[in-house]
């Protein structure tokens, strides 16, 4: 089946280190974003790329990196500079034409 | 971006009807009117969209005013696997294919039994 794969699912970092978090999808989109959610809040756009090797900033980019050297993936490494990284990330693709975006089932990161 | 004000939260019984409504009185001409829905620990889910004309699909309605500063989500008959945060989105069509959408904090349903 098509669909977007997110992992890890829960994901524990100590204060002071990078982590990447992993985002393929099988859709053949081209269009891959990558939200942060906050209990009990809406989502908040981080990075966005509409093609390989583009990458625009979204609104709360700071502290954050991506890449997108393939279609099929889209990582993001939240970095020491992230002041508060706790938080549920959730990526999400849509394909050239398509109207509604396809959500991952997210990754929890919790730093300890 | 246009923004969206939707309630905090709304009840409904199992099997009745349900309207969840949106206002957007900032909304341009070239702005399409989304809604996702998210289930606890998930990510959203797309479930209907229209830019003018009310729409329907298998999961919901959508009813658009006149004017287009309001926006209402039907779902017709409730089930508890509907109960879920409900975002409506605004997103602007620039001619391309390039946009990004915009969330809110949406309305969270509870359904009861």
């Known amino acids: 089946d098509g669909g977007i794969t997110q992992s890890p699912k829960y994901l524990f970092r100590k204060e002071g280190q990078n982590v990447t978090l992993s985002c393929e999808q099988n859709l053949n989109h081209d269009a891959m974003y990558w939200y942060r959610q906050d209990p009990g809040q809406g989502l908040r756009l981080i990075y966005y790329?509409?093609?390989?090797?583009?990458?625009q900033k979204g609104d709360i980019a700071e502290g954050y990196s991506v890449s997108r050297e393939k279609k099929e993936s889209f990582p993001l490494t939240v970095t020491s500079a992230q002041k508060n990284p706790t938080a549920f990330y959730l990526c999400?693709?849509?394909?050239?034409?398509?109207?509604?975006?396809?959500f991952g089932s997210g990754t929890r990161l919790t730093v300890v | 971006d246009a923004k969206t004000t939707q309630p905090n939260s709304m009840e409904s019984n199992e099997e009745e009807p349900v309207h969840l409504p949106c206002n957007h009185s900032?909304?341009?001409?070239?702005?399409?009117i989304h809604w996702y829905r998210q289930l606890p620990s998930q990510g959203p889910e797309y479930v209907i969209h229209g830019l003018t004309s009310n729409v329907n699909n298998r999961m919901a309605s959508l009813a658009i005013a006149e004017d287009r500063k309001s926006s209402t989500l039907i779902l017709h008959r409730a089930t508890l696997r509907d109960a879920a945060v409900y975002y409506c989105?605004?997103?602007?069509?620039?001619?391309?294919?390039?946009?990004?959408?915009?969330f809110g904090k949406g309305t969270l349903l509870t359904v009861n039994p």
């Open positions: 989105v605004l997103r602007r069509d620039s001619g391309g294919s390039n946009y990004k959408l915009t």
């Open positions: 900032t909304i341009s001409g070239t702005d399409y």
């Open positions: 790329s509409q093609i390989v090797n583009d990458f």
């Open positions: 999400a693709s849509r394909g050239q034409g398509d109207y509604g975006y396809t």
